[in-house]
């Protein structure tokens, strides 16, 4: 959520249902004794700034941060205290055997909540709701406070408060043009991310200077960040032993037996903790991690000890990658050649992987055994990640050849290619005929600075435009096509769809004229017609969703808006910036192949349709929306796109997706075509454009 709305009723509600967090006018009650609940001190901060106290939500929005942090430190605290203090005691043989194990179980339970409630209180007092948790996690806090310090004049505060947000929005292209603001007026050229992660930055430094050809700068920030990341392993593991959630029952109505019970809720602790692998290779804000991330480590590390003349060292993080890939040909030629610069002066096979490498290693196979022997002895539904995947290489080929250049031919070899983007298994044509004769062609892929493009004007005609615009009105509700949600994708509009079906049921039933329902049915087909020809597929195109949308600006909230109508995203798979990557995985519709966008008017304010680079911030082209133009695209990583805000009037279009997969055909098109069989059975009017429902059969 941006800064130009009210947050959800939840948030609202919670300076009613929780202690007051600060005073009236937005003031942070006195700090001390008990830790006051971060999502009540959120509540008021946010109130404060909509009553326009910026120096009270900035106190409070402060405090609900550093509130978040001490609750997640005492939690570490008291939980590795009494990891220390409590040993959990084995079970003995027999009757009452058991009684040992669970009675050190009890002892632990007690030693932790004795430890935290002087701090915390009672547990309940810091469940924050999931739309609370899931604002942190996006950094939202951190949007409100630039804004306050804005007002307040604090350019410094509000220049990192704004980088901070925009490390886990990099969709927010206002954001970034709001720090290129503060560098400018602040001459602030440092920018501090309040929420990085250390192991990560040390990580991101080593390979700077690795890429620099500074190997000891570049071994002391590596090994800075092993030791961070191990670190952070051991605390993302305690982490993992507070409450988790029941995922396929409700824990309230869950009648087991005990040792049921003790399953289900171990079983879902040990996938959090086996997690820990993705979730500290994972940067904030993001959803995917950097791929092969602590395999990495050792790997940038074995080469630069070799660089540096430290033949031990390099074979001994040469050794340790190896237990993340055993079979890596590179890397074992490494291993052997660094052997044999030792012969002579020492065993090599006294020089083993390393001791943290070893137990992570055997602890994260004995985890995966666990789970797999639960789902298949307990009824889980379990399925293993890879969390080595070595598609994530040293990205070296801007350092490495001149290096190697100066190095004996049997020297280190090392994996020069970066992992290609993932190409579609089909020939790419396109320049195909448009089929209709009063379709204008505009402009093709590279026109349009990418690939797979092209945008066509004359799809519909004016008259169409109104038509279809009427319709629109008549058969449209809020929140249609996403959930239910009225504001899916920015708190600062209102979105509502219809379906061709939806259409085409009140046209039968006289709720709109039947021609104008089928009109919507009939220029989709038109569409995906031109869509599958000019692209000059070999194959059927059969639609995946078809979807009238229309997206309003909402009065009193378009200020200062710093969000789009709709962020940067791919339409088949997850859009990483960071790492520069597209994970086609879900919740991504991956079965899209082709998207086009088919507007119905012009009398709007913004709302412009943009493409950018993998990084969703370098915009590649920028196409203003009017009645019967059509972009088209490829529905890929090679195409990220978003919306630009809508700031007055309303926005519509159809939105159109495609699949090359017939498995994956969208089901009401297909009842759709049902219905225009039936009403043409009826003579009730072939279509004006004489289309065939059942050519995409």
């Not at 700034?49 to 001490?70: N, P, T, V, W």
Request: include cysteine.
């Amino acid at each position: 959520m941006a800064p130009g709305s009210r947050p959800w009723g939840a948030l609202l509600l919670l300076p009613l249902l929780l202690p007051a967090a600060c005073g009236a006018g937005g003031g942070c009650g006195v700090e001390g004794g008990r830790l006051e609940p971060f999502d009540a001190l959120y509540a008021s901060g946010v109130e404060a700034y909509y009553g326009g106290d910026f120096a009270g939500a900035a106190r409070c929005l402060e405090r609900a941060l550093r509130s978040r942090r001490e609750l997640r430190a005492a939690r570490l605290r008291c939980r590795r205290r009494c990891r220390g203090q409590v040993r959990l005691a084995a079970a003995g043989p027999g009757a009452g055997g058991d009684l040992p194990f669970f009675g050190s179980v009890l002892r632990r339970a007690g030693c932790v909540r004795r430890c935290e409630e002087p701090r915390l209180g009672a547990a309940s007092r810091h469940r924050a709701a999931e739309e609370v948790r899931a604002d942190f996690q996006r950094r939202v806090p951190y949007s409100y406070l630039q804004r306050a310090y804005i007002q307040l004049n604090k350019l410094e505060e509000a220049a990192n408060a704004a980088h901070t947000f925009f490390m886990a929005n990099p969709e927010h292209m206002e954001i970034q043009q709001d720090i290129e603001n503060y560098k400018t007026i602040a001459g602030k050229v440092s920018l501090i991310d309040r929420e990085a992660k250390q192991h990560m930055e040390d990580y991101s430094a080593g390979v700077r200077h690795y890429d620099k050809e500074e190997y000891k700068l570049a071994i002391d920030f590596l090994e800075r960040a092993l030791k961070g990341y191990y670190s952070e392993d051991e605390d993302c593991q305690i982490m993992c032993e507070g409450p988790q959630r029941f995922e396929e029952h409700e824990y309230l109505d869950y009648k087991a037996g005990l040792y049921e019970a003790i399953a289900d809720h171990y079983m879902q602790v040990l996938a959090c903790k086996h997690d820990c692998v993705r979730e500290l290779a994972t940067r904030s804000g993001r959803i995917s991690p950097i791929e092969n991330f602590l395999p990495l480590h050792y790997d940038y590390l074995q080469f630069a000890y070799y660089r540096v003349g430290d033949y031990v060292k390099a074979l001994e993080c040469a050794k340790s990658y190896l237990l993340f890939h055993p079979d890596d040909e590179d890397v074992l030629e490494n291993a052997g050649y660094y052997e044999g610069l030792l012969e002579g002066t020492m065993d090599p096979d006294t020089i083993k992987p390393r001791k943290e490498a070893r137990t992570l290693l055997r602890r994260h196979k004995l985890e995966s055994h666990l789970l797999q022997v639960a789902a298949a002895g307990l009824g889980y539904t379990y399925t293993e990640p890879n969390y080595w995947n070595r598609y994530g290489a040293r990205q070296d080929e801007h350092s490495v050849p001149s290096s190697i250049s100066s190095e004996p031919e049997d020297g280190p070899r090392l994996s020069l290619a970066k992992k290609p983007m993932p190409k579609p298994n089909r020939e790419l044509k396109e320049g195909g005929p448009l089929l209709y004769s009063d379709v204008k062609f505009v402009y093709n892929s590279q026109q349009l600075n990418g690939t797979q493009r092209v945008l066509l004007d004359n799809v519909i005609s004016e008259e169409q435009c109104r038509e279809l615009h009427r319709v629109a009105s008549g058969i449209m509700l809020a929140g249609d096509g996403y959930r239910g949600k009225t504001s899916p994708h920015t708190p600062n509009e209102r979105f509502e769809g219809a379906t061709v079906l939806k259409a085409l049921k009140y046209g039968y039933e006289g709720r709109v004229p039947l021609k104008s329902a089928r009109l919507f049915y009939d220029i989709s087909e038109k569409a995906r017609r031109i869509v599958e020809s000019y692209f000059m597929l070999n194959s059927t195109l059969y639609f995946s969703y078809t979807h009238l949308v229309c997206r309003t600006a909402l009065s009193g909230q378009q200020e200062r808006r710093n969000d789009l109508s709709h962020p940067i995203h791919a339409d088949n798979c997850l859009l990483d910036p960071e790492a520069n990557e597209c994970w086609k995985e879900p919740p991504a519709y991956t079965f899209r192949d082709y998207s086009a966008l088919l507007y119905m008017n012009a009398d709007f304010e913004g709302g412009e349709f943009i493409f950018t680079e993998m990084d969703a911030k370098t915009v590649t082209a920028s196409i203003k929306p009017k009645c019967g133009r059509m972009i088209s695209f490829s529905s890929g990583g090679e195409n990220p796109h978003g919306v630009k805000a809508v700031t007055k009037g309303q926005r519509c279009a159809v939105a159109l997706w495609f699949t090359l997969d017939p498995l994956y055909r969208e089901l009401e098109r297909i009842q759709a075509d049902e219905v225009i069989a039936m009403l043409d059975q009826e003579h009730l009017g072939p279509s004006e454009m004489n289309i065939n429902p059942k050519d995409e059969l």
